[in-house]
């Protein structure tokens, strides 16, 4: 198993923010995986996706794993599901694209989400009334402290929103992921955005769901690859009926969401923008013109820049509307 020193950061996060980690692995086997853990028990340790949903903001000391561990096989079938399971390093979109493609359902609507399929379990990746959790059977992992195989039922991963033990924690390489996903497919309207797009097409196909998300994404996301981001900079705030009653007070027109167990869901993006934050620039980092929930790096490779705006940003919305906004990203 190679070992890479000083390794340069920037390429491994979309952010493109620069750092160095002391050491640097891609294992491609569960057996590799085990035994870099066992060999370095004492060293800090960071596992990397696609690295879409992290940046840096200092060099890292210790063992960054990213996982290279590929291959998709079908693990059983009936004639209306099919047990899939996929390595935590192939491509997210990729492995969406081979299921609709193969007619199962069931991750559509999480078309062009940029993940390795391993970190999908880890924020419970969701979008268009989607999330993974609806679609995980198993999550196959191994300890970080000991090296040790371990399964996550679909119950023992403790998805929330945006969230899990995989992602609380901090403990577990994920190395694949196993999905349960439907062999026939019937539309069904989960998102306004997506009724609106799909009006004219009285039964949409899989294909036809996917590729209409994929139009509805690139025409409000910025291309990570051409501006720097990391999607949703923030999570939306979860409220309770008390803090929602405050919110109201003071922006009457504030998106309010059931989020269950008497909690409530109001949008970031919104509040945001209420505190005068649409589209704002500062030096190289700001708010994307048409989504202010996403921070966009116009040009810096200092992940401090991104940290400072993010600091205002929590500042002006906490002081105007008495709510934290929670970084949705990880900052390294
Ligand atoms: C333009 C854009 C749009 C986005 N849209 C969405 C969206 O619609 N919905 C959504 O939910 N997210 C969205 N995101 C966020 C991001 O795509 C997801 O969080 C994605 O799952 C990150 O995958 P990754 O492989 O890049 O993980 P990374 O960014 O590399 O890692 C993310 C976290 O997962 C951990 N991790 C990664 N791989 C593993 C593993 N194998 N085992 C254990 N832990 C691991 C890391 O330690 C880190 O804590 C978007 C991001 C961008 C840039």
């Given at each position: 198993?190679?070992?890479?020193?000083?390794e340069?950061?920037?390429?491994?996060?979309?952010?493109?923010t620069?750092?160095?980690?002391?050491?640097?692995?891609?294992?491609?086997?569960?057996?590799?995986?085990?035994?870099?853990?066992?060999?370095?028990?004492?060293?800090?340790?960071l596992?990397?996706?696609?690295g879409?949903?992290?940046?840096f903001?200092?060099?890292?000391?210790?063992?960054?794993i990213?996982?290279?561990?590929?291959?998709?096989?079908?693990?059983?079938?009936?004639?209306?599901?099919?047990?899939?399971?996929?390595?935590?390093?192939?491509?997210?979109?990729?492995?969406?694209?081979?299921?609709?493609?193969?007619?199962?359902?069931?991750?559509?609507?999480?078309?062009?989400?940029?993940?390795?399929?391993?970190?999908?379990?880890?924020?419970?990746?969701?979008a268009?009334?989607?999330?993974?959790?609806?679609?995980?059977?198993?999550?196959?992992?191994?300890?970080?402290?000991?090296?040790?195989?371990?399964e996550?039922?679909?119950e023992?991963?403790?998805?929330?929103?945006?969230?899990?033990?995989?992602?609380?924690t901090?403990?577990?390489v994920?190395?694949?992921?196993v999905?349960?996903?439907?062999?026939?497919?019937q539309?069904?309207?989960?998102?306004i955005?997506?009724?609106?797009?799909?009006?004219?097409?009285?039964?949409?196909?899989l294909?036809?769901?996917?590729?209409t998300?994929?139009?509805?994404?690139?025409r409000?996301?910025?291309?990570?690859?051409?501006?720097?981001?990391?999607?949703?900079?923030?999570?939306?705030?979860?409220?309770?009926?008390?803090?929602?009653?405050?919110?109201q007070?003071?922006?009457?027109?504030?998106?309010?969401?059931?989020?269950g167990?008497?909690?409530?869901?109001?949008?970031?993006?919104?509040?945001?923008?209420?505190?005068?934050y649409?589209?704002?620039?500062?030096?190289?980092?700001?708010?994307?013109?048409h989504?202010?929930?996403?921070?966009?790096?116009?040009?810096?490779?200092?992940?401090?820049?991104i940290?400072?705006f993010?600091?205002?940003?929590?500042?002006?919305?906490?002081?105007?509307?008495?709510?934290?906004?929670?970084?949705?990203?990880?900052?390294?």
């Amino acid at each position: 198993m190679i070992i890479r020193y000083n390794e340069q950061l920037q390429p491994y996060n979309s952010f493109r923010t620069k750092a160095t980690a002391k050491m640097f692995c891609e294992p491609v086997s569960m057996a590799e995986l085990s035994e870099i853990t066992r060999t370095f028990p004492d060293e800090q340790k960071l596992v990397l996706g696609s690295g879409s949903n992290l940046f840096f903001t200092k060099d890292f000391d210790g063992l960054v794993i990213k996982p290279a561990i590929k291959g998709i096989h079908i693990l059983s079938e009936t004639d209306d599901f099919v047990e899939i399971e996929a390595g935590a390093a192939e491509d997210w979109d990729e492995f969406v694209a081979y299921c609709v493609k193969n007619g199962y359902a069931g991750i559509e609507n999480l078309s062009l989400i940029p993940s390795s399929v391993g970190a999908s379990p880890v924020q419970n990746i969701g979008a268009y009334g989607t999330e993974a959790r609806d679609v995980i059977a198993k999550v196959k992992t191994i300890a970080l402290q000991t090296g040790d195989y371990q399964e996550f039922s679909n119950e023992k991963c403790q998805f929330g929103y945006r969230d899990s033990i995989f992602k609380r924690t901090g403990l577990y390489v994920i190395t694949s992921v196993v999905f349960k996903l439907e062999k026939s497919f019937q539309y069904k309207e989960k998102y306004i955005d997506l009724r609106r797009e799909l009006e004219g097409i009285p039964s949409p196909t899989l294909m036809q769901v996917r590729e209409t998300i994929i139009r509805i994404r690139n025409r409000k996301l910025p291309d990570y690859k051409v501006l720097a981001n990391a999607g949703s900079f923030f999570k939306n705030p979860i409220l309770t009926e008390e803090e929602k009653v405050q919110l109201q007070q003071k922006l009457p027109d504030a998106p309010i969401y059931n989020a269950g167990e008497g909690t409530f869901k109001t949008s970031a993006a919104f509040l945001i923008d209420k505190a005068g934050y649409k589209g704002k620039r500062e030096g190289m980092v700001g708010t994307y013109t048409h989504h202010s929930l996403i921070i966009v790096n116009y040009g810096t490779e200092s992940g401090s820049e991104i940290v400072d705006f993010m600091h205002k940003i929590q500042q002006e919305v906490q002081q105007q509307f008495g709510l934290l906004l929670e970084p949705e990203v990880g900052i390294y």
